[in-house]
């Protein structure tokens, strides 16, 4: 009597009856009751491997496996709409591509491009420029940032679906670091990262069709990739639906990206005064205990002199990105509620409404709309609110005619001293 028993799909060996083995037919060198590995300077022997079931589960399995030896069809899978409409099933080289070119309107936060209009898609020219740049971080200290086209975040770019983006990455940074471009919006392995890295003083150029979508974080991903979006090499992309922009049209929008700083403690310089400038701290990255989380880049970038502004009665849309690269942002506008909110960045799906939080991990994006009513300052902020301390703070400035039937006190506004959340 053979050991092994054939059902459907599988072997069955019996030994002794309350044991069994399941083995594929597919991998008769399974059926070995002993098997051996090799390294390069060793050969040793392993037990033998044996899946137990007990009866019980034994039953389903063989159940399940007659089935599928039975009916035989393929899943059907439903192909998705705007896979579809890209012709992925026809192969083309993008050298011959036949389409009227464009030059990408890039913009430095908090500023977006406007909304695109048209209705074919572009060969659209994205050039980028890494490079590093010592920034104010913080009141106290400078830090030596790592950026694309000079700026923390990098430039927000805005497209199409069908676009292909053409881009061009040349590194100017004189450290010597190699940089490319981790594009969440682009499709193929490494998101276009593999073929854009450039040495110092080279430059690669890429093309990257797009087939989805959405609200997407750009940014190096170099090795180390965390040194690379610690020192501030991340950006957003957005790309308009092919049949319409799924955003409503509102009076402003602006572009605000959430990141984490990790840095030493400053050096003594010989005078016996603490240096100006701190550098980055990989220990502090790996402990994911950050010097500084900060809006745009440093601790100022939203709040002095350079607060978001609006007029009671207009919308405001906020294309947020948390470039991370390791906290989860909470964020929210004190005194204000999203009209609209597109989770992720994901604009397809109709948008959750009437929220006053939304959580965005690293790496993602998240679009929230605003209707101003009432005069006032309005203040950005991660919820995870001892991170106020740690430069996370921006102000929405909105002017207009107050509203007493919304808010009304018989005495002015007196923030309390020193506060950061309502000056």
């Not at 009076?251 to 003594?268: C, G, K």
């Amino acid at each position: 009597m053979s050991k092994y028993v054939l059902f459907g799909r599988l072997w069955l060996r019996r030994d002794p009856p309350w044991e069994w083995m399941l083995i594929p037919t597919r991998s008769p060198a399974l059926r070995k009751p002993l098997s051996t590995w090799t390294t390069a300077k060793t050969t040793s022997e392993r037990p033998k491997e044996r899946l137990q079931v007990w009866p019980w589960l034994a039953v389903p399995i063989l159940g399940a496996s007659l089935f599928l030896s039975v009916h035989k069809r393929p899943i059907q899978l439903e192909t998705d709409t705007f896979l579809q409409r890209a012709n992925l099933t026809r192969e083309e080289s993008q050298d011959d591509i036949d389409l009227p070119k464009e030059d990408a309107i890039l913009t430095t936060a908090p500023n977006v491009p406007p909304p695109i209009t048209r209705t074919h898609p572009v060969l659209l020219h994205v050039p980028l420029t890494t490079s590093t740049k010592t920034r104010q971080l913080t009141s106290q200290y400078k830090y030596d940032t790592w950026t694309f086209n000079d700026s923390v975040p990098g430039p927000f770019i805005r497209a199409r679906v069908g676009d292909v983006v053409e881009l061009t990455l040349t590194n100017h940074d004189h450290t010597g670091n190699p940089h490319n471009i981790d594009c969440h919006a682009f499709t193929g392995p490494g998101g276009g990262a593999a073929v854009t890295t450039a040495e110092e003083h080279e430059r690669k150029t890429a093309r990257f069709k797009l087939l989805v979508p959405g609200l997407f974080i750009y940014h190096c991903a170099a090795a180390p990739v965390p040194v690379h979006i610690a020192n501030g090499m991340y950006g957003l992309i957005y790309v308009q639906p092919e049949d319409g922009d799924a955003l409503t049209p509102v009076d402003r929008e602006y572009y605000v990206m959430q990141s984490e700083f990790y840095h030493e403690p400053p050096e003594i310089e010989d005078d016996g005064r603490p240096s100006s400038t701190v550098e980055f701290s990989y220990p502090a990255g790996l402990r994911e205990e950050p010097s500084a989380v900060v809006f745009n880049g440093s601790e100022s970038a939203l709040t002095r002199d350079r607060p978001l502004k609006a007029k009671t009665g207009e919308s405001v849309r906020i294309f947020f990105g948390n470039a991370g690269p390791n906290l989860t942002s909470s964020f929210h506008v004190i005194g204000s509620h999203f009209q609209h909110v597109f989770r992720d960045g994901g604009v397809v799906d109709p948008p959750a409404r009437l929220l006053s939080t939304v959580g965005v991990p690293p790496g993602g994006a998240a679009i929230v709309d605003l209707k101003m009513i009432v005069p006032g300052t309005y203040t950005l902020v991660d919820h995870a609110i001892f991170r106020m301390d740690k430069g996370a703070v921006g102000y929405l400035n909105v002017a207009g005619a107050p509203r007493p039937d919304i808010l009304y006190s018989e005495m002015p506004p007196e923030p309390c001293v020193g506060c950061k959340l309502h000056p």
